[in-house]
Structures are given as structure tokens and as C-alpha cells.
T-cell receptor, first 117, second 114 residues
Framework: AQKVTQAQTEISVVEKEDVTLDCVYE???????LFWYKQPPSGELVFLIR??????QNEISGRYSWNFQKSTSSFNFTITASQVVDSAVYFC??????????????FGKGTLLTVNP | DGGITQSPKYLFRKEGQNVTLSCEQN?????MYWYRQDPGQGLRLIYY???????QKGDIAEGYSVSREKKESFPLTVTSAQKNPTAFYLC?????????????FGPGTRLTVL
């Protein structure tokens, strides 16, 4: 069975600090996909990134970067120079890519990030 | 503007009443999903549908029902059999291209049972 663990329940930082959100996953599949979503106070989940298990290249998008390491089953998310607008709950999710279950997203419990001015 | 709409944003229900949550998408996506979110928890899958007139149970389908009569619509009914229905409900949709495609979410409906 697939599982996603986000061990950090809450993180509080001061604006302009860098912050890393951890995500550890478990799966028996060799083909799988990892996602990060942002949930601002309004409630809607906003898609941030999707990576497949064959692509371990790190990715950078503006102030956001992701570090995917299969050896440690981790897909960590770093925000550089955090801003108040980054305050939200961030979810990591996993979808297996084989069989009939590739519809299923398994979510972690989320990390509440608060960026203080 | 393409997107997913959910209505209403807030919904109050008396115990013992059925209530239907609306979800509509104009993204021409094939698959649609319903999730439930409880405070401090991740999302859990209730039902999903990959094609019109067909749907499958997710992890927590008991006490819920759905229909998929049109590609763009996937309403969720919370029945009186659902023991703890107070939660935030999120609808999502995705294309189907042979692999796990990105699911895009609507703004959610917050249901409170009085």
C-alpha cells in the first residue's frame, strides 16, 4: 500500500527565511508520480508540481525548488526567501503508475506554513 | 475561463437530511473525483468517475452516493447514513492519458451538520 508522511505538522518562519518542507513516501511500484499542492486559507488546492519516478532531476521554479531522492524515498520542497503570501497548508501526494490504481492520489496530512512579516 | 466550480461554498444541514453538493467542470476532463478533508488531515477519496455513467468507490464511500450523467458534472449526495458528515468537500478533475494525470481542484464546499 502506498503512504505519504509529512512529519512537520506546522512550521513558522520570518519573512525572507528559506524553509524546507519534508515529504517521505512508501510504494512498492517502480513507476509512480509525486505531487505537491498548496492550500491557502481560501481552501482550494493549487497544483504546484508533478514528477515521475524516472526523473530524479531537481526542479526550480522561481523561489520554489524540489529535491527528489529515490534512495531515501523523499520529495522535499524548499521555498527560498519566503513571503507572507506563502502562508498555506502544503500537501505532498503520491500516485502509483501501474495497474488499475493510477487514478488514486494518496495525500500526506499536510504541513501548515506560517510566514510572519 | 476554464475551471471547476463547486456550489454552494457553505452548506448547513440538519441531522437526518440528505444533501447534494454540486461540481461542474468546463475543462473537458474525462475523470472527476470527490475528496473529503477533515481538520488537520489529508484528503481522502470518496468516489471517482472516469467516464459518463460509470463511477467507482474510493476509500470512504459509505454514506455517500454520486452520479455522472454528463461529462462536465459529478454531483455528490451526502446521505443520512453518513455518520459524521461535517467536513470540507473537494471536487477534482483530470484528463485520462494512460497514467496518473494531474488532478485540478475546485474551491470546495464546507458542510456543517447542525
Amino acid at each position: 500500500a502506498q503512504k505519504v508522511t509529512q512529519a512537520q505538522t506546522e512550521i513558522s518562519v520570518v519573512e525572507k527565511e528559506d524553509v524546507t518542507l519534508d515529504c517521505v513516501y512508501e510504494t512498492r511500484d517502480t513507476t509512480y508520480y509525486l505531487f505537491w499542492y498548496k492550500q491557502p486559507p481560501s481552501g482550494e488546492l493549487v497544483f504546484l508540481i508533478r514528477r515521475n519516478s524516472f526523473d530524479e532531476q531537481n526542479e526550480i521554479s522561481g523561489r520554489y525548488s524540489w529535491n527528489f531522492q529515490k534512495s531515501t524515498s523523499s520529495f522535499n520542497f524548499t521555498i527560498t526567501a519566503s513571503q507572507v503570501v506563502d502562508s498555506a497548508v502544503y500537501f505532498c501526494a503520491l500516485s502509483e503508475g501501474s495497474g488499475g490504481s493510477n487514478y488514486k492520489l494518496t495525500f500526506g496530512k499536510g504541513t501548515l506554513l506560517t510566514v510572519n512579516p | 475561463d476554464g475551471g471547476i466550480t463547486q456550489s454552494p461554498k457553505y452548506l448547513f444541514r440538519k441531522e437526518g437530511q440528505n444533501v447534494t453538493l454540486s461540481c461542474e467542470q468546463n475543462l473537458n476532463h474525462d475523470a472527476m473525483y470527490w475528496y473529503r478533508q477533515d481538520p488537520g488531515q489529508g484528503l481522502r477519496l470518496i468516489y471517482y468517475s472516469q467516464i459518463v455513467n460509470d463511477f467507482q468507490k474510493g476509500d470512504i464511500a459509505e454514506g455517500y452516493s454520486v452520479s455522472r450523467e454528463k461529462k462536465e458534472s459529478f454531483p455528490l449526495t451526502v446521505t443520512s447514513a453518513q455518520k459524521n458528515p461535517t467536513a470540507f468537500y473537494l471536487c477534482a478533475s483530470s484528463i485520462l492519458a494512460g497514467g496518473p494525470d494531474t488532478q485540478y481542484f475546485g474551491p470546495g464546499t464546507r458542510l456543517t451538520v447542525l
